[in-house]
């Protein structure tokens, strides 16, 4: 490993204090496939020594206002802010994402979820009931769980993992969180804030390492009575496991396999250019048969267009895959489609990469595009999570909503028609937690955000992420 000495080395944040740790595992730059930073690889030691800061956090913690906490959240969202671009540099550089991406959504947003539910925790009531006949009046009351534990995905690092600290610090928990080991830096970085922010020590407990190690140690710990987990359906279905016998409270966002319904009086323009490593992709394009043909030509000017390049290159419209094993598994698929006899129009295997010779070992693919491709082929049934699209023509609606719904997930849908009564209808039928109609994308953080059948378990959003990161009580009271 040449270069040792100028890798970035991770350290755990536990009880308001950045701490070493006793092994660290190697991580990638993806647009070089070279050794950039080490990033401890905690397991069950640091999960007691955060649980022991956490727990002693918490009642002071809890104790406080909203008002209190949102002020701190709100700092915590200026203090971002400030670094804007310093964290979206070291985010597309440990993502592989283009800086624009890292610079427009990714920090941007994860300044918006602090200051989203610094917001809306201030605006919850509880209910309460007259039973006048029985001289009774009921209310409910909510408090914190407890200590939340917290595991995120590689593709929206700071924008995922902040979605749900805000939420679960708002309502007065602490947390350990755990971002996924391909890509820990900006959570890291974060740490740096928190202290000036206002966030006290043990409030946010950050460890960082492998799943099977320290995400494991962390889900099966005794005192963690909840875990809100973004990620694949496999690792959700370990989590459950080993969640079963503490009954522990479960958000599970996952992943989809989405439709888009292109119907023949949708309006070309703007369906073509939203079409497209974000659960909410559409990974299944299903156009009307009678625009077929015009629909497929110019979504394959549209995605000729798009640029791969290195994550710096500001005019680039792609970066690279997250890792090597992630890109094998992209291609695996594109393989067993052409070897089903699908058609690759573009991309994989068809067009040439152009890299500069330094990222020659980064992990870039073209976006594809694969035709005549069955419903019941693996590439439309399961979850690439790369910039692969299958187009496929239907005749009707009827069918095409079966067709659409035909996969395990349920994750998110977009229908494009300039017909009002088909959009209703056909986002009513549709199996999916989330349905854009002649848009993509279009995020209202006060509404659920999750997935049905394969897609997930529970909803986040202003009202969803209160609920869960609160335990509610019923209260008599006879007069
Ligand atoms: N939101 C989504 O829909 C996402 C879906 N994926 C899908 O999952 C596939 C694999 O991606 P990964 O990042 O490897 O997803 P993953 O589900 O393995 O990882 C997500 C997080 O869970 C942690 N984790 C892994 N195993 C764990 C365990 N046994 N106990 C506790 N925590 C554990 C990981 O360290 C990471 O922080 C992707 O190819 C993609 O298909 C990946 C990321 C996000
Ligand atoms: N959960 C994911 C995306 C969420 C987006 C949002 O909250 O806007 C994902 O890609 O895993």
């Known amino acids: 490993m040449a270069g040792t000495k100028t890798l970035l080395v991770l350290e755990n944040f536990i009880g308001g204090r950045f701490l070493p740790c006793n092994s660290y595992i190697d991580s990638y730059d993806p647009s070089t496939g070279e050794v950039y930073s080490r990033v401890p690889d905690s397991g069950k030691e640091e999960v007691e020594a955060a649980v022991e800061a956490a727990r002693a956090a918490f009642p002071g913690w809890s104790a406080r206002s909203p ?18 671009e310093e964290l979206a540099q070291a985010e597309s550089k440990d993502q592989g ?13 994860s300044v918006q979820n602090f200051r989203f539910f610094a917001s809306s925790i201030l605006h919850h009531t509880s209910e309460c009931t007259q039973m006048d006949h029985m001289g009774c009046l009921h209310y409910t009351v909510r408090a914190p769980v407890g200590i939340a534990g917290l595991i995120s995905p590689w593709n929206l690092p700071l924008y995922l993992l902040t979605w749900k600290i805000a939420p679960a610090i708002a309502a007065g ?8 080991e391909l890509t820990s830096v900006t959570a890291w970085m974060m740490c740096k804030l928190l202290e000036k922010a206002g966030v006290p020590p043990g409030v946010v407990n950050i460890v960082f390492g492998t799943g099977p190690r320290v995400g494991e140690a962390l889900v099966s710990h005794p005192e963690v009575p909840l875990i809100s987990f973004t990620g694949s359906q496999p690792t959700a279905e370990r989590i459950t496991q080993l969640s ?23 309006n070309l323009e703007e369906c073509v250019p939203t079409t497209g490593e974000i659960c909410l992709c559409t990974s299944r394009i299903f156009v009307q048969k009678s625009i077929y043909s015009e629909f497929l030509k110019r979504f394959l000017e549209a995605t000729r267009l798009w640029k791969v390049g290195i994550p710096s290159d500001p005019s680039a419209s792609m970066g690279a895959l997250i890792s090597k094993a992630h890109l094998e598994k992209v291609r695996s698929y594109i393989k067993k489609a052409r ?10 295997g068809v067009d040439k990469l152009s890299l500069p010779p330094r990222n020659q070992g980064g992990y870039f693919m073209l976006p594809t595009v694969i035709t005549d491709i069955k419903d019941e082929s693996c590439c439309m049934k399961e979850e690439i999570f790369g910039p692969v699209t299958c187009v496929v023509p239907f005749d009707s609606e009827e069918e095409v909503i079966k067709r659409a719904n035909s996969v395990k997930y349920g994750l998110a849908a977009t229908v494009w028609s300039s017909n009002v009564g088909r959009v209703h209808r056909v986002a009513k039928k549709l199996q999916s937690g989330l349905v854009w109609t002649n848009c993509w994308l279009i995020r209202e953080l006060n509404l659920p955000f999750g997935g049905m059948k394969s897609s997930g378990v529970g909803r ?5 992420s209160y609920e869960f990161f609160t335990e509610v009580k019923t209260i008599t009271i006879k007069h």
Do not use: M, W, Y
């Open 173 to 180: 928990n602490t947390v350990i969180a755990k971002p996924s």
């Open 67 to 84: 008002q209190e906490r949102a002020q701190v959240l709100h700092r915590l969202a200026d203090l971002l802010e400030q670094s804007l």
């Open 97 to 109: 994402k283009t800086i624009t991406l890292a610079r427009t959504v990714d920090i941007p947003r």
């Open 339 to 348: 070897a089903e006899g699908a058609q690759i129009l573009c991309g994989e």
């Open 460 to 464: 986040e959003g202003a009202k969803d």
């Open 244 to 266: 079963a016998p503490h009954c522990k409270r479960l958000s599970l966002e996952l992943g989809g396999k989405n439709p888009a319904i292109i119907f023949e009086d949708a």
